[in-house]
């Protein structure tokens, strides 16, 4: 089934995901070579998003726009991955997420940052908020966490409701 076509390419669901993950693998990789920058900020796509459930990902669409749980159906948490540019500093990060509603119900979407220790087995340091759209179409979601592990890791989990995506996420190391 060939349902996106790009630069005149029909793509298969799978292709067009390898395809995301290669893009935003690019995006990852010339902002690693950032590293010294002070107050450098990196955008990620959200094509490289996963669901926790990898059953739920009937539920998101991926498109250049973003990702969103299409549909009437349940709410979806979804992964984020986030290169680590400063990996000698312990000061933290700050993410900025262009949330985005697709219908009228207004839905709270949650997202969290966490910083975790570098095995994964704890968490470091958090933070978590929602937010409320209302009759606006989108919104930026910041989160903070002022202290990280020095060999420790940055994850972002974004709960989605139907009708509710992600545009993109923003990282600034401090």
Known sequence: MHALAENGVLMSSLARSVFYLLVSSVITMSAAADDNSAGSRIAYST???????????????YNPSGVFVSGDTQNVTVHCPIARTKTNSRRGARVDVVVFKRGTFDLAVHCALYSLSSDGSAVVDSDEQPASLGHAASAVIELRVEN???????????????????????????
């Open 47 to 61: 094509a490289a998003c996963q669901p926790i459930i990898p059953a739920e990902s009937a539920f998101l669409v």
């Open 148 to 174: 990280i592990e020095r060999d420790g890791f940055f994850t972002l989990a974004c709960l989605l409701p139907r009708d509710h995506g992600m545009a993109q996420y923003v990282v600034q190391e401090r």
